[in-house]
């Protein structure tokens, strides 16, 4: 028998507070406190001075409600070298998707918290055509997501007819389990038969990265299981030794793709990583061996790679990471990778740019008529003509450059675990280099973090919620996410 104390204190336990009153009351009170917390923090930052703001910034259709989001999510460091990571909006977007419209809805989004336009340093968004118009009509800097290239890569290239017949193939026969609960339990005993944990095989999905590496990998570790199957049904088609042979081919190939995505997924992973991880893909992509049966396969991964990253056409569509200042000066200013990276003429340039953004952002140089900084000149064609009371600035700005460029870089498995943030937050040497980490080693590789933004709002716009409107959406939205990481 239950006593009375017992089932009072359980309903204690239980909010009595109408469901109405959560969703006008409480909810935007507590939106208003969470909110208030980040202007406090940005108003501390403003005061300190800290760097300019990161913004990485996406667009979201709920399956739901049918209602579009467009989310805005700001990245810095604080003066103390914390990360600051938090989302301003995830806005109702129900205008037309246009790149005018989009850089209305920035605009307005920014000015809701008081961003003046200097503070706006680089947005990262992905390669839509309307989301690059909204970006420069927006007038920020713009980036494109690191994953989504990596993923657009892999679309270029997958596209030889003999591979497309084995993807196909994979897929329906992964269709036909997915689609049958009788084959799966069948499927799962074969696997019991041969002593191995039971696993199912997983579906490839156009809009999922990596989902092609995925299925093809988990295929050919069940490879002898599928087998087994397969010999006992007519209406399958079993695989071919030559199939797969090309499945093991096209997974070798894949594989440091989906390594570095699982890599440049990470929240904390910046800009500085880009160039580093790029080139070794490239590199592995010149000595990898594979079978003739691939090697189609093979070049045009090596092609689409060279054109998505190390672009040489010289226009505003394309990109070439090693000639793009943002990921020069953030792999430069990286205490894991420095000039590792970068030829002679790379090395120099990166200089440069360094000494332009330290006197730029110090604002303790003025530029006459007679001193050019273009960073689109050689650096050896540049012509220094300063005052005697500025040269110990821009003498300053060399001897850091070379003191902290000169110095060697770390063994590989110390370098992996080294976090630049903490290692500049303990540095003393050099003052006016820690100056532009702060600003440079915030900036996202990719927009992962609107991503996981969007999945956070399907869980909110769940069915039995489908009348949720839009504006509540974002204030639980907010609480959620931003309420653990705004002290």
């Known amino acids: 028998m239950i006593k009375r104390g017992t089932i009072e204190a359980g309903q204690k336990c239980f909010s009595t507070t109408p469901l109405h009153n959560h969703i006008k009351i409480i909810h935007p009170k507590e939106y208003h406190i969470e909110r208030n917390k980040n202007e406090q923090k940005r108003k501390a930052q403003a005061v300190n001075k800290i760097t300019p703001e990161f913004f990485s910034t996406n667009i979201w259709t709920c399956p739901i409600s049918h209602e579009s989001f467009i989310s805005l999510s700001s990245h810095s460091i604080d003066k103390d070298f914390n990360r600051f990571d938090v989302v301003l909006h995830a806005s109702h977007f129900s205008e037309s998707h246009t790149g005018i419209n989009i850089s209305k809805k920035l605009e307005s989004m920014w000015d809701s ?65 997915n689609h049958s609960s009788l084959a799966c339990n069948n499927f799962k005993q074969i696997q019991l038969q041969q002593n191995l944990d039971p696993l199912c095989l997983v579906q490839d999905v156009p809009t999922r990265w990596n989902s092609t590496y995925l299925m093809l990998d988990r295929l050919n570790k069940l490879k002898i299981p599928v087998q087994l199957y397969l010999a006992e049904r007519s209406d399958l088609m079993p695989f071919s030794t030559l199939e797969w042979t090309l499945i093991l081919n096209i997974i070798k190939l894949l594989k440091p793709f989906f390594q570095l995505a699982q890599e440049m997924s990470s929240e904390i992973t910046t800009l500085s990583s880009v160039i580093p991880n790029m080139c070794s893909l490239k590199k592995f992509m010149s000595k990898c061996q594979v079978d003739l049966s691939i090697q189609e396969t093979k070049n045009r991964l090596t092609t689409s790679l060279k ?41 120099k340039q990166a200089k440069y740019w360094l000494i332009n953004e330290i006197l730029s952002f110090e604002k303790t140089l003025v530029c006459s008529e007679e001193v050019d900084f273009s ?21 300053a700005c060399f001897k850091e450059i070379i003191n902290a460029t000169s110095e060697k870089t770390l063994p590989f498995k110390k370098l992996k675990k080294l976090c630049p943030i903490k290692t500049w937050m303990q540095e003393e040497r050099f003052p006016l280099l820690k100056t532009i980490a702060s600003k440079h080693l915030c900036t996202p590789a990719s927009s992962i973090f609107s991503e996981r933004l969007f999945s956070e709002y399907g869980n909110i716009y769940e069915k039995k919620r489908s009348r949720l409107l839009p504006k509540t959406g974002e204030m639980l939205l907010f609480i ?3 309420g653990r990481k705004i002290e």
């Open 113 to 177: 918290w008081k961003i003046e336009a200097e503070r706006r340093h680089i947005l990262v968004r992905d390669g839509a055509s309307n989301m690059i118009s909204g970006s420069n009509l927006a007038e920020i800097p713009a980036i494109h997501c690191t994953i989504h290239l990596l993923q657009l890569v892999v679309s270029d290239s997958i596209s030889e007819n003999i591979v497309i017949d084995v993807l196909s193939k994979c897929r329906r026969l992964v269709t036909h389990f």
């Open 375 to 395: 960073v689109n000149e050689e650096p050896s064609q540049l012509n220094f003509s300063i005052n005697t009371e500025k040269e110990d600035t821009l003498e």
């Open 480 to 482: 959620h996410h931003n």
């Open 307 to 347: 054109n998505r990253f190390f672009s040489e056409i010289n226009d505003a569509k394309s990109l070439n990471i090693l000639k793009n200042r943002y990921y020069v000066i953030a792999t430069s200013i990286d205490p894991r990778y420095k000039f590792s990276f970068f030829e002679d003429d790379i090395k």
